[in-house]
């Protein structure tokens, strides 16, 4: 596989349920992101990682929890979420600023929580 | 803070040419993007300026950055039915990962 690869492409949860997704990316880059895309909103960053470690965190609720256990994969982990977190999640990866400038995005997740 | 606008939407008629406009507020931003995206499917990078740059030029696509009024456009030449989608502009902080989107540009080709 190339590029940005997203698990699963659709998720519908209730707002009791505990799920995960994954993101894997196979560019050798070393930083990863998760964004959300809501209905006429900009693109929210949500986490980004570099070398495993977070160096992005904008005020996002803690029923979202990220997970990167390498530079290749990252975890959201999702848990009591609300009607309004229905959105699609999107990854990217890319290298490390002054290394490579460009972003590179999966397909998205399509969540709907009911 | 940091901003990115766009005009919501764009139509024009397969064979004219189509250009998207984009205004951001940070000047400290590196890059500047441009990103489509069709229906189901994720943001597909087109092309990138780097900003001490006023243009660049990719085959039918042409990028034009006012650095002064902070305006970027793209210029898309015989626009086809195919690009018919929504057209992000982005931009990257210096020396950070944050990157700002806009809202969108939905493009309608109309044959």
């Known amino acids: 596989e190339t590029g940005v690869t997203q698990t699963p492409r659709h998720l519908v949860m209730g707002m009791t349920n505990k799920k995960s997704l994954k993101c894997e990316q196979h560019l050798g880059h070393n930083a990863m992101y998760w964004y959300k895309q809501s209905a006429k909103k900009p693109l929210e960053l949500m986490f980004v990682?570099?070398?495993?470690?977070?160096?992005e965190n904008n005020s996002v609720p803690s029923r979202f929890s990220p997970e990167c256990p390498n530079s290749s994969h990252l975890f959201l982990h999702l848990h009591t979420l609300q009607p309004e977190d229905s959105a699609l999640y999107l990854c990217?990866?890319?290298?490390?600023?002054?290394?490579?400038?460009?972003?590179?995005f999966g397909p998205g997740t399509r969540l709907l929580v009911l | 803070g940091e901003d990115v606008e766009q005009s919501l939407f764009l139509s024009v008629r397969e064979g004219d040419s189509s250009v998207i406009n984009c205004t951001y507020t940070d000047s400290s931003s590196t890059y500047l993007y441009w990103y489509k995206q069709e229906p189901g499917a994720g943001l597909q990078l087109l092309t990138y300026?780097?900003?001490?740059?006023d243009m660049k030029q990719d085959q039918r696509l042409t990028v034009l950055l006012n650095k002064k009024d902070k305006h970027l456009s793209l210029r898309i030449a015989d626009t086809q039915t195919g690009d018919s989608a929504i057209y992000f502009c982005a931009e990257r902080i210096e020396g950070t990962y944050k990157y700002i989107f806009g809202t969108g540009t939905r493009l309608k080709v109309l044959a």
């Open positions: 300026i780097f900003s001490n740059m």
């Open positions: 990217a990866s890319s290298h490390a600023p002054g290394v490579g400038e460009t972003q590179y």
């Open positions: 990682y570099s070398l495993e470690e977070r160096v």
